[in-house]
């Protein structure tokens, strides 16, 4: 059974940064792309960053671009964002998802394996 287990969120102001990491553990046949994801409380699931896993290609949302870096660390099977310059609008549940194959990287369809949150919430 393939788990993920996120940690990091909290409560901050505008300006702080806050790093989110997600641990995976489990047999999984492979990890193409590891990705965050974020819900806002009435709004649809968005996709905010991605890490292709082999060659550490790495994708971003418009709105988070130049704020927020999306790393892993292979040995302890662990992706972290780190967000910096957080805002009020990036207040969100954010989860992270395993894709096992290649696909579109901000289509959440591709991700099989899901943790169960971690709330950021930024005060203004």
């Known amino acids: 059974q393939v788990q993920l287990v996120e940690s990091g969120g909290g409560l901050v102001q505008a300006g702080d940064s806050l790093r989110l990491s997600c641990a995976v553990s489990?047999?999984?046949?492979?990890?193409?792309?590891m990705g965050w994801f974020r819900q806002a409380e009435g709004k649809e699931r968005e996709f905010v960053a991605a890490?292709?896993?082999?060659?550490?290609?790495?994708y971003y949302a418009d709105s988070i671009k130049g704020r927020f870096t999306i790393s892993r660390d292979n040995a302890k099977n662990t992706v972290f964002l780190q967000m910096n310059s957080l805002k009020p609008e990036d207040t969100a549940v954010y989860y992270c998802?395993?894709?096992?194959?290649?696909?579109?990287?901000?289509?959440?369809?591709?991700?099989?394996?899901w943790g169960q949150g971690t709330q950021v919430t930024v005060s203004s």
């Open positions: 489990g047999r999984h046949f492979r990890t193409y792309f």
């Open positions: 998802a395993l894709a096992p194959n290649s696909g579109r990287y901000s289509d959440a369809n591709i991700y099989d394996y």
């Open positions: 890490i292709r896993w082999a060659f550490l290609n790495t």
